[in-house]
């Protein structure tokens, strides 16, 4: 049974920092990237960042740069997103997903599967 188990959310405030975790299982780590993606309320669904766990390889979207870390931890089939300088409009629902290696393709649509979320509240 495929399963991404997301974890690491919570109550920040404005300038914090949060690890989000995304452990797999079920299926072949390294033959997928997995993104994560967030939606706060009444928005849209948006990718974040994304890392092909076979080479390394990351990509971040323009509004993500800067203050998120994506990396991966293959022995343990674990993806990571450091989250630095958390702003109020980070609050969202953090979702990790697993698709196909064209990282930009993937944070884009979105992955074949799909964890629950964690929720992040950021503070001002």
């Known amino acids: 049974e495929v399963q991404l188990q997301a974890s690491g959310g919570g109550l920040v405030q404005a300038g914090g920092s949060l690890r989000l975790s995304c452990a797999a299982s079920g299926f072949n780590f390294d033959a997928y990237a997995i993104g994560w993606f967030r939606q706060a309320p009444g928005k849209e669904r948006e990718g974040v960042s994304c890392?092909?766990?076979?080479?390394?390889?990351?990509y971040y979207t323009d509004s993500m740069k800067g203050r998120f870390t994506i990396s991966s931890d293959n022995a343990n089939n674990t993806v990571y997103l450091q989250m630095n300088s958390l702003k109020p409009e980070d609050t969202a629902v953090y979702y990790c997903?697993?698709?196909?290696?064209?990282?930009?393709?993937?944070?884009?649509?979105?992955?074949?599967?799909w964890g629950q979320g964690t929720e992040v509240t950021v503070s001002s």
């Open positions: 997903a697993a698709g196909v290696r064209w990282l930009e393709r993937l944070c884009e649509i979105g992955g074949i599967y």
């Open positions: 890392i092909n766990n076979s080479n390394g390889r990351t």
